[in-house]
């Protein structure tokens, strides 16, 4: 496949400044473990003196209709088989597409910044060493490296993968058969392709141990990178053929070379979350941003316009029932929030809005789900001093505060 075919606009991005940074990891002797992927730990019980995970022990309350909800106890620990999808590819999606989203909004003059995914695939894992102490360390500094040549400095987010699936196809330049999507494994009817039969998955009762799982992997750690950027270049055949190293920037959306990794913001969260559903456990290692992206935290309105995304592809990308991470209350015929004062989609902007994904109840109505993000009750005073609630729902999130607390909600700073 020739440079062009998967490549921006040409940068001065030069095949002997990519091998120089290539070069200063091969040698040496220091390879990559071999983590576990996530979901492949224990579930918190009784003895561990945390709330059992799976058991109603939480109340949140929905930070747009302002209703609450026993929920079921969950850890967030990537680990953990029951709460992995939510406290891990879900919270770390949202986190790196509000950051992406954020940078490009703020920095953009027009549509010139873009969405761009790159892989980055070093030899097998034989050649695959370095000089460094920490060789993860020195994978994410030479995949940086990388990026920020053949793209400039805005940067973005490198998601390293240890292993390749035995039913994945394999990373090879000279296929001209090997397309974006097989690789990107995005479309059909779910975005989780071979991994929603490997990944545990507790509802089903797939819960595989670690040997399970790592019987059907090889070991081949690779990077899976998202950039905010104007264009990627560098000239990869050259590069791969001097030093083994696979570098492409996929396109698995459109049917033709588009330049175009992302499209949207819904690509982009869709795309992450699924990169990060079986990422390298490095010891709560799971990715790490660069460049001036890094530096830039998200705005709140942004934080909330990506975990609306997120959580719309939840059950589409993860399998994560969407009940779980969202409000479904019905807000059609609400007695303390009217529907005029309800965000369906949940961004929390104040919108007056139908959702998209309103629904017929049982009598042939329209149901309509608030959709809003679910928070902790200790959030409670928060959400009171953020919004001008109606005085019933007020009463209400403050009778739940203090019936959890123990005292009344302190007053505002």
Same mark, same amino acid.
């Given at each position: 496949?020739?440079?062009? %075919?998967?490549?921006?606009?040409?940068?001065?991005?030069?095949?002997?400044?990519?091998?120089?940074?290539?070069?200063?990891?091969?040698?040496?002797?220091?390879?990559?473990?071999?983590?576990?992927?996530?979901?492949?730990?224990? %579930?918190?019980?009784?003895?561990?003196?945390?709330?059992?995970?799976?058991?109603?022990?939480?109340?949140?309350?929905?930070?747009?209709?302002?209703?609450?909800?026993?929920?079921? %106890?969950?850890?967030?620990?990537?680990?953990?088989?029951?709460?992995?999808?939510?406290?891990?590819?879900?919270?770390?999606?949202?986190?790196?597409?509000?950051?992406?989203?954020?940078?490009?909004?703020?920095?953009?003059?027009?549509?010139?910044?873009?969405?761009?995914?790159?892989?980055?695939? =070093?030899? =097998?894992?034989?050649?695959?060493?370095?000089?460094?102490?920490?060789?993860?360390?020195?994978?994410?500094?030479?995949?940086?490296?990388?990026?920020?040549?053949?793209?400039?400095?805005?940067?973005?987010?490198?998601?390293?993968? =240890?292993?390749?699936?035995?039913?994945? =196809?394999?990373?090879?330049?000279?296929?001209?058969?090997?397309?974006?999507?097989?690789?990107?494994?995005?479309?059909?009817?779910?975005?989780?392709?071979?991994?929603?039969?490997?990944?545990?998955?507790?509802?089903?009762?797939?819960?595989?141990?670690?040997?399970?799982?790592?019987?059907?992997?090889?070991?081949?750690?690779?990077?899976?990178?998202?950039?905010?950027?104007?264009?990627?270049?560098?000239?990869?055949?050259?590069?791969?053929?001097?030093?083994?190293?696979?570098?492409?920037?996929?396109?698995?959306?459109?049917?033709?070379?588009?330049?175009?990794?992302?499209?949207?913001?819904?690509?982009?969260?869709?795309?992450?979350?699924?990169?990060?559903?079986?990422?390298?456990?490095?010891?709560?290692?799971?990715?790490?941003?660069?460049?001036?992206?890094?530096?830039?935290?998200?705005?709140?309105?942004?934080?909330?316009?990506?975990?609306?995304?997120?959580?719309?592809?939840?059950?589409?990308?993860?399998?994560?029932?969407?009940?779980?991470?969202?409000?479904?209350?019905?807000?059609?015929?609400?007695?303390?929030?009217?529907?005029?004062?309800?965000?369906?989609?949940?961004?929390?902007?104040?919108?007056?809005?139908?959702?998209?994904?309103?629904?017929?109840?049982?009598?042939?109505?329209?149901?309509?789900?608030?959709?809003?993000?679910?928070?902790?009750?200790?959030?409670?005073?928060?959400?009171?001093?953020?919004?001008?609630?109606?005085?019933?729902?007020?009463?209400?999130?403050?009778?739940?505060?203090?019936?959890?607390?123990?005292?009344?909600?302190?007053?505002?700073?």
């Amino acid at each position: 496949m020739s440079d062009s %075919a998967k490549s921006s606009i040409r940068t001065g991005a030069s095949k002997s400044d990519a091998v120089d940074i290539i070069e200063s990891f091969r040698r040496g002797s220091n390879v990559l473990p071999e983590p576990p992927l996530p979901g492949h730990g224990s %579930a918190y019980t009784e003895d561990d003196e945390r709330p059992t995970c799976g058991e109603e022990a939480t109340i949140k309350v929905c930070d747009n209709c302002g209703s609450h909800h026993s929920i079921d %106890a969950t850890c967030d620990r990537w680990e953990c088989p029951r709460c992995y999808k939510r406290g891990g590819p879900l919270k770390g999606g949202e986190q790196i597409t509000a950051k992406m989203v954020n940078y490009r909004d703020k920095y953009a003059r027009g549509d010139e910044l873009k969405f761009h995914r790159v892989v980055i695939v =070093p030899p =097998p894992d034989e050649d695959f060493a370095t000089v460094a102490a920490d060789p993860l360390d020195k994978f994410y500094e030479v995949c940086g490296d990388l990026l920020e040549l053949g793209s400039g400095h805005h940067g973005g987010v490198r998601i390293p993968h =240890p292993y390749r699936h035995a039913d994945e =196809p394999e990373f090879d330049p000279d296929d001209d058969d090997l397309d974006d999507r097989d690789i990107a494994l995005v479309g059909g009817d779910d975005d989780q392709g071979i991994w929603k039969h490997t990944l545990p998955d507790w509802d089903s009762g797939h819960t595989p141990s670690w040997e399970e799982t790592r019987a059907k992997l090889s070991h081949e750690p690779h990077m899976h990178c998202y950039l905010v950027s104007e264009k990627f270049w560098l000239p990869t055949t050259e590069i791969y053929e001097e030093t083994g190293w696979f570098i492409r920037r996929l396109e698995p959306y459109g049917d033709e070379d588009n330049s175009v990794s992302c499209f949207n913001l819904d690509d982009l969260a869709r795309s992450v979350m699924y990169a990060l559903s079986h990422c390298g456990d490095y010891d709560g290692d799971h990715y790490r941003f660069f460049g001036a992206l890094a530096n830039e935290p998200a705005s709140e309105s942004q934080k909330r316009r990506a975990s609306r995304v997120c959580r719309k592809y939840a059950n589409h990308v993860l399998g994560l029932n969407t009940g779980s991470v969202t409000c479904e209350k019905d807000v059609s015929e609400d007695d303390e929030v009217t529907p005029e004062r309800v965000t369906y989609t949940g961004d929390g902007s104040g919108s007056s809005s139908p959702s998209t994904d309103a629904e017929g109840d049982d009598e042939g109505g329209e149901r309509m789900p608030c959709g809003g993000r679910l928070r902790h009750w200790r959030a409670i005073p928060d959400l009171l001093e953020k919004r001008d609630w109606p005085p019933p729902v007020e009463a209400r999130l403050r009778r739940v505060y203090e019936d959890e607390a123990g005292e009344p909600v302190p007053p505002p700073d």
